[in-house]
């Protein structure tokens, strides 16, 4: 059987109470995902500061249909493109790597932050964190005060989760 679950109805309940705006895509490829990022560096798309980058991951690694992309290689496609922008990445253990292999991403793309999980997630549980998270990253004037944020209010959930951020000079703890 497919499994019914979904980024789709979290997107639409943060749109909904007008914490975000929202367009979707989805990629089922590199070259999609390419593709899409390419149209969210366009001036026309500078309003939209984060981007929601949700595939099955491992390790430093996003897999789609038959394919995989690294961080090294999604870092190489962004090239210097996404200045202050945000990443967060919705996938299992994607985060799990050095915190000089995530500044050097944040360094080489200009993103503003990336943000995600080092363990395998829950999706029901991952959805309820980045209902709380999205619009506290999105708004935040500094984003370690918002990745201290999550750790006080919500501890029990970002320890389970294992919620790390980067930025280019900073990594949180790799949660355990």
């Given at each position: 059987m497919e499994s019914k679950q979904s980024v789709e109805p979290t997107l639409q309940a943060l749109e909904r109470g007008e914490y975000i705006r929202?367009?979707?895509?989805?990629?089922?490829?590199?070259?999609?995902?390419?593709l899409y990022l390419d149209r969210w560096f366009e001036k026309r798309h500078q309003d939209f500061s984060l981007a929601y980058l949700c595939f099955h991951g491992t390790a430093r690694t996003l897999h789609f249909e038959g394919d995989e992309l690294s961080l090294v290689d999604l870092g190489t496609l962004i090239g210097g493109r996404a200045q202050g922008k945000i990443l967060h990445f919705g996938s299992c253990r994607v985060m799990a790597a050095t915190d000089e292999e995530l500044?050097?991403?944040?360094?080489?793309?200009?993103?503003?932050?990336?943000?995600?999980?080092?363990k395998?997630?829950?999706?029901?549980?991952?959805?309820?964190?980045?209902?709380?998270?999205?619009?506290?990253v999105i708004h935040a004037v500094k984003l370690k005060s918002s990745y201290d944020r999550m750790f006080r209010i919500y501890p029990?959930?970002?320890?389970?989760?294992?919620?790390?951020?980067?930025?280019?000079?900073?990594?949180?703890?790799?949660?355990?």
């Open positions: 929202l367009i979707r895509r989805s990629a089922n490829t590199v070259g999609e995902l390419e500044q050097t991403f944040c360094r080489s793309t200009g993103v503003r932050a990336i943000t995600g999980y080092t395998d997630i829950e999706w029901l549980e991952s959805s309820a964190f980045e209902l709380l998270l999205i619009p506290d029990d959930l970002a320890k389970r989760l294992g919620f790390r951020m980067s930025h280019a000079t900073w990594t949180s703890e790799r949660v355990r």
